[in-house]
């Protein structure tokens, strides 16, 4: 057996796949984790908290359902968050903010995308407990 993972074609550099090789090959969908799975994978990989971990997941999962293709944000950015905030129980909302559109705005087309993204990061995080 051999397995294949791809990017989705939204991504910079990334090619459309030949029609001939996705004849020759089963396609299975991988959805993103539960919610509990992925405030887990976030505990397991940084030093937050259980509520830290749920702050940060529920604005990843937020940002899911608002942001399109490539620009949705996988579980790598909530533990970029979760590390970066580290085992501090005392941090600004604009340094969260920050370290938000840091982790999860990286992948931009302009300027304009950069400003474009920022804005909704921040609007989901002012919607946060």
């Known amino acids: 057996s051999v397995i ?5 074609i939204e991504y910079a550099g990334v090619h459309k796949p030949q029609d001939a090789l996705l004849d020759r090959m089963p396609a299975i969908h991988m959805d993103y984790y539960d919610k509990e799975t992925e405030v887990q994978i976030v505990k397991a990989h940084s030093k937050a908290s259980r509520t830290e971990a749920e702050k940060i997941v529920d604005l990843i999962r937020n940002l899911r359902s608002v942001l399109n293709g490539a620009e949705k944000p996988g579980i790598r950015p909530a533990i ?3 590390k970066a905030i580290g085992d501090s129980n005392g941090y600004s909302k604009e ?12 992948k931009f087309r302009d300027f304009k995308d950069v400003e474009n993204k920022r804005r909704i ?6 919607k946060l407990k």
């Open 4 to 8: 294949l993972t791809s990017n989705n």
């Open 80 to 82: 970029m968050i979760a």
């Open 121 to 126: 990061i921040k609007g989901q995080v002012n």
């Open 95 to 106: 340094f969260f903010e920050q370290i938000c559109v840091d982790a999860i705005g990286s």
